[in-house]
């Protein structure tokens, strides 16, 4: 049984069912396994367990009651095992089965309540299967008796209590059933309006003094390149598209017509390369129709089959498209990392798909089918794998840097396939387990649930802003799940998109920082001061108002919005903040090409209308270039 190496009073609730709480009224006591058998400390020591003290539960009295009968239930049965009682410990091991089946209930109405109640219901449900195990065994050599009728688990819950239970049940089986229809998506256009024009200030800036440049540095008004490939042009197109800026379309699409080549003799990295470059030349194809847009995705691509020279398949870290040299990370060694080796088979697929040539499908299918067979049982990877072997190296898991959109393409490339490649789902079912059962905390006092890091089997107590894709995630995958599993992913999805609003909320600047450090008692505090224009807040907000037309995430993200508008902004454009926590803020003086691409884009969607891009008919590439399923 997995038991990471941090405390639930100190960094919040742990259990192997769940570790989250965002039921923020409640007042929960401390009832844990350990208060019924050992001197175990509790949560909160205002009430007791014992019999007629008051539990001031989520589910009321009946959950003690509910434990202490199976302790109960337990310790007769083993008694009955011992003595050979068959007929007792039949009856009583059917009862444990329904108490289970009730336990199980329990935890999926209350998955995010308080951890101790939830760790003892875990426990419980394991001792019942470990003492039915023993009775099965010492059944064999006992004389056959006809069981008597089963014991009722129904007299562990008053009356009124499975009426509560079967209620709540019912309420959170109607709470979210799947998205709202498109036409309930209605435009905010005055809105619209107000990112429009950041997006039109952020392009102005860049075309008069970065043109054909990768980014723009907004403070010092000069061009930056890193790629030579014009990244904020061609990662910005099918923004511009969307929001019907026409004149700055017609700008970028004619130098992409005229100057773009891939002849720069530099080394490049091939994800970056990838999903900004790339993925962006195929969305601007299937938005416009445009086949020029093609044909350079299709040059590109095929220098980048270049990469692929290890013996498993996995492509190299960097290549030089002049020269088509390849070579890993200079730091990493014989390594590669996750995200980068697990992040480019949405943009090969759709590359296949349009050009007919199935050799970047089968590219994306190897490294999938590899990282499939060696998906650890937790379901969760580390984030350094041989690029020789396949073999893992090290144990840093995270859902934030080097980890994130290899996770976020398990599911999409899945959707992407129209819910045909099997291999694609399956390892995002296992790592959405992992996630949920080993990753998924809640901090002290206000409950912020946050997605935590592991190192060496011990949590990481902090949050990379990066992991606010998790919510997004979660929510666009829990429509394809079964009901009691969709409440629990809607449940964390919400909770996780809270904190990432916290994020930003409680900067002086209204900015979030790159990531947190989870304090006990002080909720947490910045380990990362600076930020980059990330997008991800405002990518889980989209996504989770489309999934469920909650307005709150409107305002949250919207809330984000400004807090860029108001902190980032410069006469030429958006610069990142070398720390959150000042007002005026120190600038880093980038615009990263992704704030147009992502940052806006999703600020943009979050207020548009329904129709606009619907996500039953596109998925999003890790850099939000849309491509149709």
Known sequence: MYSPSIDAQSHGPITTYSKT???????????????LFSRGQRRDSADSILPGAAVATAGGPWRAQMLLMGVLLCVCLQLSI?????????????????????????????AHSHAEVLAAHAKLAHVALDVRSAMSRRAEKSTPETPGPPAAVSSALTSAAAVELRAAEAQDAASWTGPPAAAQIKADEEKLNVIRAAAKHAWAGYARYGFGSDELKPVSNMGHDWMKQGATIVDSLDTLWLM????????????????????????????????????????AYELSGDTMFLEKARILGSKLLHAFTTPIGFPMAQINLKSLQVKTQDWLGNAAV??????????????????GDAQYSQKAQQVFSKLASVQPASGLYPLFVDINTGAFQGDQISFGAMGDSFYEYTLKVWLYSGKKDNVARSMYRKAADGLLDRLVFDTNPSQLVYVAEMQGGSVIPKMDHLACFVPGLLALGARHLNPTDRVKHMKVAEGVARTCHEMSA?????VAPEFISIVPGNDFVNGASHNLLRPEALESMFVLWRMTGDPKYR??????????????????????????????????DMQQSFFIAETLKYAYLLFSAGDVLPLDKYVFNTEAHPLKI
């Not at 709480?21 to 208060?35: C, D, I, P, R």
């Not at 409680?506 to 209204?510: C, E, F, L, V």
């Not at 860029?564 to 007002?583: A, I, M, N, P």
Request: glycine share 8%.
């Open 555 to 588: 305002q949250w993200g919207w809330d984000i919005f400004n807090g860029f508008e108001r902190s980032c902004k410069t006469s030429s454009g958006y610069s990142g903040l070398s720390d959150v926590t000042q007002q005026p803020a120190p600038m880093d």
């Open 506 to 510: 409680r900067q002086a600047t209204g």
């Open 244 to 283: 019907g800026l026409n004149d700055e379309w017609q700008q970028a699409r004619d130098w992409v017509a005229s100057q773009l080549n891939f002849d720069a003799d530099i080394a490049v990295s091939f994800f970056e390369t990838t999903i900004r470059c790339l993925g962006g030349l195929i969305a």
């Open 338 to 355: 996750l995200a980068e080796v697990g992040t480019f088979q949405l943009e090969f697929e759709a590359l296949s798909r349009h050009t």
């Open 82 to 110: 011992w003595s050979g009682n068959r007929s007792i410990a039949a009856q009583q091991s059917d009862t444990l089965t329904e108490l289970q089946a009730l336990s199980q209930r329990i935890d999926a109405r209350f």
């Open 21 to 35: 709480h965002f039921a923020q009224n409640a007042q929960m006591t401390g009832l844990s396994w350990g208060s």
